[in-house]
């Protein structure tokens, strides 16, 4: 039997998903990729987000079974090969040193950015509203790396907290920016009141607007330097049950694309770093449990190592983990957006007292 046939044969499996759109799916994947086994692996990964979307308390049939196990042993193993290979980025230290800024350095994704950018040897301004977590990090950081480092306890959703950023760093060389600092709130929109949506909105998308354009200026005198914005996958597209969420990440994709090529004849590199699910304390505040989730999230130190070897190489915009790379590309929107609604409605109703809260 031919892969195709096989592929189509296997679509007809599937429910309760589209046919339609995972027959695109198959498609998009037997023109991306030449070889048995990466159809083969694609094949694998639609049954994954099948069972993902099966009903609650319905028991799943063995070959279903047997299709996660083979699945989340693709995805681990492919983790497993590029965590060997992306484990830590050094970067270069002449050109985005002496000091860099990291918000959002406190926790996930934004605490290992400090812990790879202080073991690069740079000095390191940690903001974040936990103060005593940020003092805690610094502490590891100088002990670890010997570099020295700065704390700065601002909210970023507050309009003038670009205040204590400016006269905190106003005697610092800063060559690198990570503007990171940001979170979500699942729930229905129509739930959520207006004020907290309008609070995410400004940390989402203000505080990357305030921090591009200050640093900016300062990276520009100095004729080099850095600016990494942390987005979302996806967000492109629109996110269900985190519809405002989305739109803030793709306002930061679109500012961040736009910043690479306008700043790069100043020379400043600009890169975007869009991730899928990754596993940081926000997972288990939007109800998720990354040790049961199908889709297996990706380590914070991985994320951080591809987005600063992209920044290194000057690129636009990277999606860490080639699974999610895989997913991105080929994955029509309106299947995501399917996919996506079904999955937040599942936790939302298993955990409604850890979502919809302010942040
Ligand atoms: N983890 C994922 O699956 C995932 C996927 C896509 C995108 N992202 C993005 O990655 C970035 C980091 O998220 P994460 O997963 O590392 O989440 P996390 O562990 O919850 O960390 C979020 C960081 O942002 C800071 N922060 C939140 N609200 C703030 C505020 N009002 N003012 C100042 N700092 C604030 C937090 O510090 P304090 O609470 O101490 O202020 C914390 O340091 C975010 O922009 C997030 O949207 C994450």
Not at 55 to 63: D, K, L, M, Q, S
Not at 283 to 307: I, W, Y
Request: glycine fraction near 8%; proline fraction near 4%.
């Amino acid at each position: 039997m031919s892969d195709g046939s096989r592929a189509s044969n296997n679509v007809n499996y599937l429910f309760p998903l589209a046919e339609k759109e995972l027959r695109a799916f198959v498609h998009a994947v037997n023109e991306l990729f030449g070889t048995e086994q990466a159809r083969r692996s694609a094949l694998d990964w639609i049954h994954e987000i099948e069972v993902m979307n099966w009903p609650a308390g319905e028991a799943i049939p063995n070959w279903r079974e047997a299709t996660v196990r083979a699945s989340a042993r693709l995805c681990s193993s492919s983790s497993i090969s590029e965590r060997h290979k992306f484990m830590k980025t050094q970067i270069d230290k002449e050109r985005f040193g002496p000091w860099a800024l990291i918000t959002g350095a406190s926790s996930g994704i934004g605490r290992e950015f400090a812990r790879q950018v202080a073991g690069s040897g740079i000095h390191v301004v940690l903001v974040a509203r936990r103060e005593n977590l940020l003092e805690d990090l610094g502490r590891e950081l100088a002990n670890d790396f010997h570099v020295r480092y700065r704390l700065v306890a601002a909210d970023l959703s507050l309009r003038d907290s670009m205040e204590g950023l400016v006269e905190r760093t106003k005697n610092l060389d800063i060559g690198l920016v990570v503007s990171n600092a940001g979170t979500g709130n699942p729930g229905e929109f129509l739930k959520i009141e207006l004020q907290t949506l309008e609070t995410l909105l400004r940390l989402n998308t203000l505080a990357h607007l305030q921090i591009a354009h200050f640093f900016g200026r300062k990276l520009a005198q100095r004729r080099q330097g850095g600016l990494l914005l942390v987005g979302a996958m996806g967000a492109e597209t629109g996110v269900p049950c985190m519809a405002n969420d989305g739109a803030a990440k793709a306002y930061v994709h679109s500012l961040g694309e736009g910043l690479h090529v306008e700043l790069k004849p100043l020379g400043i590199s600009v890169t975007v770093l869009a991730p899928g699910f990754t596993d940081t304390p926000v997972l288990a505040k939007f109800g998720f449990n990354p040790q049961t989730m199908l889709m297996k999230p990706m380590n914070a130190d991985q994320c951080v190592a591809e987005g600063l070897r992209a920044l290194q190489e000057n690129r636009s915009m990277i999606i860490p983990g080639k699974m999610n790379r895989l997913m991105n590309a080929v994955i029509p929107a309106s299947f995501k957006r399917n996919m996506t609604a079904k999955t937040l409605a599942k936790v939302l109703a298993n955990s409604r007292s850890t979502v919809c809260r302010s942040c």
